[in-house]
């Protein structure tokens, strides 16, 4: 069987988690290919409302198999937070939870170095969820890192060492303050390191591979957004993964060919955490209301996201870049009431209109050209069928489909999986 994949269109915060539980009872197995506790991804359903970070987000079905693939980088002890989080749910998480040998881990001392490396950016910080992920990423292509896979080895307390004694050298190097105990940190990661190791460790890629010749089906889920992938993203805003439809490939093992649908998720609108350019960004009373409405607030940080209108010229990049087949549109109900509504068709770059997200697309090179629709004051949160949508919604999702030439097969209006409708 192909495997299909779900990713974030934007620049994250998308509602990935809500359409990968959605969509879970049509899979075998939900597998992660990047990325890591910088992720949030937020669950709602029969009034419990859930966050996971590196857990696969078909861990509430109890028949799928959730797989944490090669590319995802894992903090031992955010993990088992995560996994303590999940025991009143009475999961068994350790028959339908299992982890590729080849993922990297996150030591405390990549943690404090994302720190380290933040502080010494001063202005030019990138606004890092400070998990550790670039560092730990870094490590992996610079081929010094620590992969699940080492653990099961007599001597990996070795590696350990002397990757952690390298890299208070480079803390102490940055010469900013960072404040520390690294024994407490060690402490907490090597027994967290022990109840990892009662989960089942795999070489994924292989199981993957067995599980598509004997027809199972795979969805492959994305964190974070395209425009926070490492290459086609913000840079240097970004996440250090990629997480682009390419990610899944080298994040699972799976060959390009065997890749089926690509299900891309966007927002309503356009939201952003952290630093750089954001060109359709509102600084008004319109971005605070959005942003209130949409309770638009981190799931791992809890920083305000900032909030904007439809960037058509990002999305339509987001859509190549990754081959999306369909579109899932999410927060619509959130732009209930806003008299008229904005999306951004096209920049003004440098004096001259252009289509395509170009290089740099700070303020002073870009400024947003848009198209004014009508807004639509119905609540959506109660609707179940798009029977009932006004005629303004409808419009407002003609339009986008039109101008990005792939249909928009879900639309949801609310958190609640229920809130789901299928066009
Ligand atoms: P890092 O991945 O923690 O290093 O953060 C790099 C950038 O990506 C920062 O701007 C973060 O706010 C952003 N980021 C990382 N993970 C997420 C996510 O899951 N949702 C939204 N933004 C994220």
Known sequence: MAVDLLLGLQWGDEGKGKIVDVLTSNYNIIARFQGG????????????????????????????????????????????????????????????????????????????????????????????????????????????GIRIGDLELENWQDKYRALANKHEAMIDFYNVDVQYDLADLEAEFFAAVETLKRLTFIDSE????????????????????????????????????????????????????????????FKAYTTRVGSGPFPTELF??????????????????????????????????????????QLMMMKGDVLSGFPKLKVCTA????????????????????????????GWKEDLTEMTEVSQFPKALNAYIDFLEKELEVPIKIVSVGPDRKQTIHR
Not at 117 to 124: I, N
Not at 215 to 223: D, Q, R, Y
Not at 300 to 322: E, S
Request: overall charge neutral; proline content about 4%; some cysteine.
């Open 347 to 374: 920049y003004n770059y440098k004096g001259e209109q252009i289509n395509h997200l170009p290089y740099n697309i700070e303020a002073e090179n870009v400024t947003p050209i848009y198209t004014e629709m009508e």
């Open 37 to 144: 506790p910088n992720a949030g991804h937020t669950l709602e359903f029969d009034g419990i409302k859930h966050v996971l970070r590196t857990i696969p987000s078909g861990i509430f079905h109890e028949e799928s198999i959730n797989v944490i693939g090669n590319g995802v980088v894992i903090d031992p002890v955010v993990f088992v937070k995560e996994l303590e989080g999940l025991d009143k749910y009475n999961l068994d998480y350790k028959k339908n939870l299992i982890i590729s040998r080849k993922a990297h881990i996150i030591l405390p001392t990549h943690r404090l170095l994302d720190a380290a490396s933040e502080a010494s950016k001063g202005k030019a910080k990138i606004g890092s969820t400070l998990k550790g992920i670039g560092p730990t990423y870094m490590d992996k292509t610079g081929r010094n």
């Open 284 to 325: 008004d009373e319109t971005g605070l209301k959005m942003a209130k409405i949409g309770n638009e607030f981190g799931a791992v940080t809890g920083r305000p996201r900032r909030c904007g209108w439809l960037d058509l010229v990002a999305l339509k990049y987001a859509v190549q870049v990754n081959g999306v087949t």
């Open 206 to 265: 292989e199981y993957l591979h067995q599980a598509q010749k004997n027809g199972k089906t795979i969805l492959a889920e994305g964190a974070q957004g395209s425009l926070l992938d490492i290459d086609f993203g913000t840079y240097p805003f970004v996440t250090s993964s990629n997480t682009t439809a390419a990610g899944a490939c080298t994040g699972l093992g799976v060959a390009p060919n065997k890749v089926n649908e690509v299900f891309g998720i």
